[in-house]
């Protein structure tokens, strides 16, 4: 329960970032300026979300598709990782946020990985919220990636089952997301989370990233209180 409001919190809010190449063509700017945009917009809603109760966070950055766009974007993403991590790593650790990682960490630049290291490492002990950020990360690699570590520990067929996909899972000790949000009024999951969201709540907010704000954040959490999430069995209330 919110202090706040009084309505309940959901500890786990994911969120496909999504917009950002239109936000800058409806500029007139090039597509990398929406990212930048798009990465400044991560700390105040990170901020909001810890403000509000929630203490898992997860952000969809860079899928293990968006290797195919052309080679320009992918730097550029790459080096805006670097920057956001250079620039605001130091306040978010001061605030609290322990920084997490799922996906693939082979496959980019070693200095890249080094420094998603270091942030793990520093804010290890950080409690006040977890950010996780989905980084060449694609939920059907996830679970292949699960499959094959159950079948290298020698798991017999009969121990698999719900509870040992999921802790050989990325997320392992997260639980699944209670909401996801989608920015840019796209309506697919584009290869996320897929394992974790079998019953989270999908929001789909008609605005493009780099302008979504608290606000936005606050009417989400206000609709989700409303909903009635029944898991398959029948509405308690
Ligand atoms: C989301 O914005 C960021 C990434 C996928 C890396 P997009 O770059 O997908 O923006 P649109 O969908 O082209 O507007
Ligand atoms: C999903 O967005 C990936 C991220 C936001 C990181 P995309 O823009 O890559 O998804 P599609 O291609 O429109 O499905
Ligand atoms: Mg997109």
Same mark, same amino acid.
């Given at each position: 329960?919110?202090?706040?409001t009084?309505?309940?919190?959901?500890a786990?809010?994911?969120i496909?970032?999504?917009?950002?190449?239109r936000?800058?063509?409806?500029?007139?700017?090039?597509?990398?300026?929406?990212h930048? =945009? +798009? &990465?400044k917009?991560?700390?105040p809603?990170?901020? *909001?979300?810890? @403000? /509000?109760g929630?203490k898992?966070? $997860?952000f969809?950055?860079?899928?293990?598709?968006?290797?195919?766009?052309?080679?320009?974007?992918?730097e550029?993403?790459?080096?805006?990782?670097?920057?956001?991590?250079?620039?605001?790593l130091?306040?978010?650790?001061?605030?609290g946020?322990?920084?997490?990682h799922?996906g693939?960490l082979?496959?980019l630049?070693?200095?890249?990985r080094?420094?998603?290291?270091?942030?793990?490492?520093?804010?290890?002990?950080?409690e006040?919220?977890?950010?996780?950020?989905?980084?060449?990360?694609?939920?059907?690699?996830?679970?292949?990636?699960?499959?094959?570590?159950?079948?290298? =520990? +020698? &798991?017999?067929?009969?121990?698999?089952d719900v509870? *040992?996909?999921? @802790? /050989?899972?990325?997320?392992?000790g $997260?639980?699944?997301?209670?909401?996801?949000i989608?920015?840019?009024?796209?309506?697919?999951?584009?290869?996320?989370?897929?394992?974790?969201?079998?019953y989270?709540?999908?929001?789909?907010?008609?605005?493009?990233?780099?302008?979504?704000s608290?606000?936005?954040?606050?009417?989400?959490?206000?609709?989700?209180?409303?909903r009635?999430?029944?898991?398959?069995?029948?509405?308690?209330?």
């Open positions: 329960m919110s202090e706040k009084n309505l309940p919190v959901p786990h809010v994911a496909i970032m999504d917009g950002n190449g936000w800058a063509k409806a500029r007139g700017l090039p597509r990398l300026a929406g930048h =945009a +798009g &990465t917009n991560l700390r809603i990170i901020r *909001a979300a810890a @403000d /509000a929630i898992y966070l $997860t969809f950055a860079f899928s293990t598709e968006n290797w195919n766009r052309p080679e320009e974007e992918v550029g993403l790459m080096a805006l990782l670097s920057e956001f991590l250079e620039t605001e130091q306040e978010m650790h001061k605030e946020a322990r920084f997490l799922i693939h082979d496959g630049a070693p200095s890249l080094k420094k998603i290291e270091d942030a793990i490492e520093l804010t290890r002990e950080n006040r919220i977890d950010v996780i950020l989905a980084f060449n990360y694609g939920g059907r690699d996830e679970i292949i990636c699960a499959v094959k570590k159950l079948i290298e =520990a +020698g &798991t017999p067929a009969e121990a698999v509870k *040992a996909m999921s @802790d /050989a899972m990325f997320t392992a $997260t639980p699944d997301p209670d909401i996801v989608r920015t840019s009024g796209e309506k697919r999951t584009s290869n996320f989370l897929t394992w974790q969201t079998v989270s709540e999908w929001f789909f907010p008609e605005v493009f990233w780099p302008d979504f608290e606000e936005d954040l606050l009417k989400i959490l206000a609709e989700y209180s409303k009635d999430r029944r898991f398959g069995g029948l509405s308690k209330k």
